[in-house]
């Protein structure tokens, strides 16, 4: 059972830099046919997709926020990692780790993290 466990500060101030960590146990980052993606919820609102890391470091990113985001990992730890900068308040939001399968050129998030509540102000 592949388990993801977001971690992270749950305060962040306006034009910081917010910067969250997912820690993945009984699965590697390395694994084929998966990528490793954030999606985040705003309150009242829907989930954003915000980017993913794949098995060869390649990242892709949303057109919305790619001049903000970018998503490291580190296998010796089996951990991706997200930076968020210049954070406003329209950046609150539950944000999630999760795994993309992407079987038989498929893609869908098999596996979730349970989520972290992230609220930028000053």
């Known amino acids: 059972q592949v388990r993801l466990q977001e971690s992270g500060p749950g305060l962040v101030k306006p034009s910081q830099t917010l910067s969250l960590t997912c820690t993945v146990s009984?699965?590697?980052?390395?694994?084929?046919?998966?990528?490793w993606s954030w999606i985040r919820q705003p309150p009242g609102k829907g989930l954003e997709w915000m980017g993913s890391?794949?098995?060869?470091?390649?990242?892709n990113l949303s057109p919305s926020l790619k001049s903000r985001t970018s998503i490291s990992r580190d296998t010796s730890k089996n951990q991706f990692t997200l930076q968020l900068a210049s954070v406003t308040r329209e950046d609150t939001a539950v944000y999630y780790c999760?795994?993309?399968?992407?079987?038989?050129?498929?893609?869908?998030?098999?596996?979730w993290g349970q989520g972290t509540q992230v609220s930028v102000s000053s």
């Open positions: 999760a795994r993309e399968n992407n079987k038989g050129g498929g893609c869908w998030v098999d596996y």
């Open positions: 890391i794949g098995i060869s470091g390649n990242t």
């Open positions: 009984g699965g590697s980052i390395t694994t084929t046919n998966v990528h």
